[in-house]
C-alpha cells in the first residue's frame, strides 16, 4: 500500500467515524490506480505523415528515370507519409500516465 492510499483510508475512516457507527457501515469508498492514455496533440499525427511524405518523395525521386522517377517520387511519398503517420502513432500510444479512481460502494 502506498502512502498517499493509506492516507486516503486513514481520512476516509475518520470521516466514517466522525458520522457516526450506522453510517460507518452502510458504505465506503473503493479507490484504485488506473493507467490512462495521454491525448495527443496532434491527433491526426499530419506531422509524422508530412515529415514522411517529404522523405520518401526524397528517396523515390532517386530511383528512375523519366516518368518512372516521377512515379517513383509520388509512390515515395504515399508510402512515407503512411509510414511516417504510423510511426507517429506508436509513439503517441506510448505516452500514459497513472489516475486514482475512487467510488462508493454500498454494503
Do not use: F
Amino acid at each position: 500500500m502506498t502512502t498517499r492510499s493509506l492516507k486516503t483510508c486513514v481520512a476516509a475512516c475518520a470521516v466514517a467515524l466522525a458520522l457516526g457507527p450506522a453510517s460507518a457501515w452502510a458504505s465506503h469508498t473503493v479507490c484504485r490506480d488506473v493507467e490512462v492514455q495521454d491525448q495527443p496533440k496532434d491527433q491526426h499525427q499530419i506531422a509524422g505523415m508530412a515529415i514522411g511524405a517529404v522523405g520518401g518523395g526524397l528517396l523515390g525521386h532517386q530511383i528512375g528515370g523519366g516518368k518512372g522517377k516521377t512515379l517513383a517520387t509520388v509512390g515515395g511519398a504515399v508510402a512515407g507519409g503512411y509510414a511516417g503517420k504510423k510511426i507517429q502513432e506508436n509513439q503517441q500510444a506510448k505516452h500514459t500516465h497513472i489516475e486514482r479512481r475512487c467510488h462508493k460502494v454500498e454494503d
